[in-house]
């Protein structure tokens, strides 16, 4: 069973930088593409950033040029770099193992139960 644990969130001020951590257990890690996911209050989950597991990526055009995506597959973590942080990031972060992984279009058909999330917090 996938189990998925992400860390790093917290309050952040416009401008600022975090970084997101997510551990995942129950599967084959490095055969898997892996994604960010995010939702805000009263809005649906989106997809923020994805990676394969050849480590091609894709993002979000939200995102793109500040949030950076990677992975370690020694320690099955999945990580999300986010620099120059706006208002607009304010939500809760969940990480997701992926069947189907696209460079162009993003990752979806999430394999097993969502961890918890992170909460994001960007004020102005």
């Known amino acids: 069973q996938v189990q998925l644990e992400e860390s790093g969130g917290g309050s952040v001020q416009a401008g600022g930088s975090a970084r997101l951590s997510c551990t995942a257990s129950?599967?084959?890690?490095?055969?898997?593409?892996m994604g960010w996911f995010r939702q805000a209050p009263g809005k649906e989950r989106e997809g923020v950033s994805c990676i394969g597991f050849d480590r091609n990526t894709w993002y979000a055009d939200s995102v793109k040029g500040r949030f950076t995506i990677s992975r370690d597959n020694a320690k099955n973590t999945l990580y999300l770099q986010m620099n120059s942080l706006k208002p607009e990031d304010t939500a809760m972060y969940y990480c997701?193992?992926?069947?189907?992984?696209?460079?162009?279009?993003?990752?979806?058909?999430?394999?097993?139960?969502w961890g918890k999330g992170t909460q994001v917090t960007v004020s102005s």
């Open positions: 997701a193992a992926v069947r189907t992984f696209s460079s162009v279009r993003g990752c979806w058909d999430v394999d097993g139960d």
């Open positions: 129950g599967l084959s890690f490095d055969a898997y593409s």
